[in-house]
């Protein structure tokens, strides 16, 4: 069993193994509302301030449904029932929209940009997961296209610059340690992540996004897992359906959302999000912003989350602030 242990949050030694990550999934969920199996269904979430990821995705992702090991009947019945409906398409929201939707309440809105090929964009997705217990935010997930990032403003990954590549070696095995999040080198990593792209893993992530919002953060998740803790493909169609699977989606429903990803709707929206990100002034990922007095604050990468509190006005409790820690 993997625990956080001590006020700073060191990780177990025992996480860098393929089994570890299992347990990480299974155990160490509860860092984002008590989801484990020894987790009661209801009500186990930590005490302590909770904002919805937002209003507009009623009951988005708090829970990896996978770890309960299967669907609650009401649960299945919803998503099967939603299968059936039209994409839900939503008004576009330029640079500073969302901050006007939550100036009527305290909570601050804070978005992350993200895109599964970036290892540091899942550092900084589990740890604002645990925040959104601690601090007064609206917290919101946008699925984005790095490649297309990169591509606009003339940025390159760092593993293309070979000392920036020698570091980032180094930087990620210290960053999974301190964040405890199971992070783990691909052995061929310009093959599986710098040549191959993302750009199928995300379209589907959007169309999870546009029409199962709840199934968005564990989806996200069992795809970082894949290529970021297994070292396996998320490029293939039957790659991101295991994916899929592990997350809790029927399989019928993923097969629809698949055939999605081909469609005009998937694709522009997709694009109008890394468009959004490229307004805020996005080079890479993850790209996080924070709606602060009607003012959009840029953060960029996962070691920028204390600044973030920071300026929202909230405090810096570690890698995993106490009111997140799993209660098994």
């Known amino acids: 069993m993997l625990r956080p242990t001590g006020a700073g949050g060191r990780l177990p030694s025992t996480l860098s193994t393929p089994r570890a990550a299992q347990s990480y999934r299974e155990q160490f969920h509860p860092l984002h509302g008590c989801t484990g199996p020894r987790c009661s269904a209801g009500g186990a979430r930590p005490a302590g301030r909770q904002v919805s990821a937002a209003p507009r995705r009623r009951g988005a992702g708090l829970v990896s449904l996978r770890a309960h090991g299967s669907l609650r009947a009401g649960q299945r019945r919803g998503g099967l029932e939603r299968a059936g409906r039209s994409e839900r398409r939503e008004p576009a929201r330029g640079p500073g929209s969302g901050a006007m939707a939550a100036a009527g309440g305290s909570a601050k809105l804070v978005e992350m940009f993200y895109d599964v090929v970036s290892p540091y964009s899942w550092l900084g997705f589990e740890v604002l997961c645990r925040y959104r217990h601690n601090w007064s935010i609206e917290l919101r997930f946008r699925p984005a296209f790095l490649g297309g990032i990169m591509k606009e403003t003339g940025n390159q990954p760092p593993a293309m610059v070979p000392k920036r590549a020698e570091y980032m070696m180094k930087d990620i095995k210290r960053m999974a340690k ?151």
């Open 178 to 328: 301190y964040y405890q999040v199971p992070v783990q080198i691909p052995k061929d990593f310009f093959g599986s992540v710098i040549r191959k792209s993302s750009i199928s893993a995300m379209r589907f992530i959007t169309a999870v996004d546009m029409t199962q919002p709840q199934f968005l953060e564990p989806v996200s998740r069992e795809l970082w897992m894949r290529i970021w803790s297994r070292d396996e493909d998320i490029t293939q169609p039957e790659s991101i359906l295991a994916a899929a699977g592990e997350a809790g989606l029927p399989s019928a429903l993923a097969q629809k959302l698949l055939a999605m990803t081909s469609t005009p709707e998937v694709k522009n929206r997709l694009k109008e999000t890394t468009e959004e990100a490229l307004k805020y002034g996005a080079f890479g990922m993850p790209a996080v912003v924070a709606h602060v007095n009607g003012e959009a604050h840029l953060f960029f990468g996962s070691d920028r989350l204390e600044l973030l509190g920071n300026v929202i006005g909230e405090k810096w409790l570690g890698p995993v602030p106490a009111a997140s820690k799993p209660r098994m």
